[in-house]
C-alpha cells in the first residue's frame, strides 16, 4: 500500500515538473531548439510549450529506467571520483538576471570544500543567486549502440545533445565545469568534463532566447524541419488552391526526379544482389564467413485479417470495425517530369 502512495507522489511530483517546463526553457529543450535533437523537432518543442502538443507525456522504458538509475549513476561517480555530490531539487532560473524563461533542473552539484562544505542555492556578493561551488554533474543511461557517440573518457567528447544541455547548466548555474557520467549498455561506466565556455555559452543562449520571444511568447511556430512537421501543420489540402513555383522550386523539382531516379537503380541492384546471394543460400538459414554471421535468410510469420474475405462474408462486421484515415502524399507531377 505504501509502494502504491509512494509511486503516485513520485508521478505527481513528475507532472508538475512537466508543467513547469511550459513556463520556460529547460536544460533537455535546448538541443530540440538547436536542431540537435533525435527526439523531438524546434516545431515539436513549440506545440509542447504553447500547449498544443497532442503527443502525451509519458515516460517510455529508456526514460524509466534512466530516472531509476540515476542515483546509482551518481553513487557510482562519487566513488570514482572521489568526490561529494549532492542533490538540487529545487528548480534553478535567471529570475534575478531577468530572464525567468531561461530555467533548469540539474541532476546534482559537486561540492567543492575550497568554497562550502554542502551547496546552497543563494545570492552572492554582486546579488545574484549562486550554487555555492563551481562544479555540476548530469547523469545519464545510453544504450549499447549509442555507445560510438561517446569518445575518450575524461574529454568533453559527448553527444551534441548532452552537451548543449550541459552548456546551458553552466550558464544558468554559472558553474566552472560540469561533469557528464554516463552508464552504457548496463555495464561500461564513463566520466567526461565539460568546461565552461563563455564565447559558446552565449551563442546558445542567443538563439534559445530568440527561440523563447520570437516563437513561444509570439505564439509564432518555427519553420518545419521534418515530415512530421509539415503533416501536423498543414494536414489537410485546401480544394483547388494552387501555388506558383518560383525558379528556385523548379530546380529542386528537377532534382528531386533525378534524385528518384538514382534511387530506383539503387534499388533494381539492391534486388539483384539480394537474389544472388538467396540463391547461394537456398533452404541455408545462415551465410557465415569464418564462423561469423554474414546474413540470415530465415522465415518470419505474421497473422494478418484478411479484409477481401471479411468484407465479403461478414460485411457488417467489416464495416463495424474499419476506420478510415487520410494522409497528405507528396507527388511529382508526370506532366512535369515529361519535360525534362
Known amino acids: 500500500m505504501n509502494t502504491q502512495v509512494n509511486l503516485q507522489e513520485v508521478e505527481n511530483a513528475r507532472q508538475e515538473w512537466l508543467q513547469s517546463r ?81 530555467i533548469g533542473n540539474i541532476d546534482r552539484a559537486v ?48 553527444p551534441d545533445y548532452y552537451l548543449t544541455q550541459c552548456l546551458w547548466y553552466l550558464k544558468i548555474t554559472g558553474a566552472k565545469v560540469c561533469y557528464l557520467a554516463v552508464l552504457i549498455g548496463g555495464n561500461k561506466f564513463r566520466m567526461y568534463r565539460i568546461e565552461r565556455d563563455d564565447d559558446l555559452i552565449e551563442s546558445i543562449f542567443k538563439q534559445v532566447k530568440a527561440f523563447w520571444f520570437n516563437h513561444v511568447i509570439a505564439d509564432v511556430p518555427p519553420d518545419p524541419t521534418c515530415f512530421d512537421d509539415v503533416l501536423h501543420r498543414w494536414s489537410n489540402h485546401v480544394v483547388g488552391k494552387q501555388v506558383e513555383a518560383d525558379f528556385e522550386h523548379i530546380k529542386l523539382a528537377e532534382e528531386l526526379i533525378t534524385v528518384q531516379g538514382r534511387l530506383k537503380a539503387d534499388k533494381a541492384r539492391e534486388d539483384e544482389i539480394k537474389l544472388k546471394i538467396v540463391s547461394t543460400m537456398q533452404d541455408a538459414e545462415m551465410m ?48 512535369f517530369k515529361e519535360t525534362i
Open 22 to 102: 511550459r513556463l520556460g526553457i529547460g536544460g533537455s529543450d535546448v538541443a530540440a531548439i538547436l536542431g540537435f535533437s533525435p527526439y523531438k523537432s524546434p516545431y515539436q518543442l513549440w506545440l509542447d510549450k504553447t500547449g498544443r502538443s497532442e503527443r502525451k507525456e509519458s515516460q517510455n522504458e529508456s526514460a524509466h529506467f534512466g530516472n531509476l538509475l540515476e542515483d546509482v549513476v551518481a553513487k557510482e561517480f562519487s566513488r570514482r571520483s572521489g568526490v561529494k555530490v549532492q542533490r538540487i531539487t529545487q528548480q534553478l532560473s535567471l529570475a534575478d538576471q531577468g530572464e525567468p524563461w531561461a
Open 111 to 158: 561540492i567543492n570544500p575550497e568554497i562550502a562544505g554542502n551547496v546552497r542555492y543563494k545570492k552572492n556578493d554582486e546579488g545574484i543567486y549562486r550554487l555555492t561551488t563551481d562544479m555540476i554533474l548530469e547523469c545519464k543511461t545510453a544504450s549499447e549502440y549509442l555507445s560510438k557517440l561517446f569518445g575518450e573518457e575524461g574529454t568533453d567528447q559527448i
Open 288 to 335: 557465415i564467413s569464418q564462423g561469423k554471421s554474414i546474413c540470415t535468410y530465415k522465415e518470419q510469420s505474421s497473422t494478418r485479417i484478411d479484409s477481401t474475405l471479411l468484407k465479403k462474408e461478414e460485411p457488417d462486421l467489416f464495416t463495424k470495425y474499419s476506420k478510415t484515415s487520410s494522409t497528405r502524399v507528396f507527388r511529382i507531377s508526370n506532366k
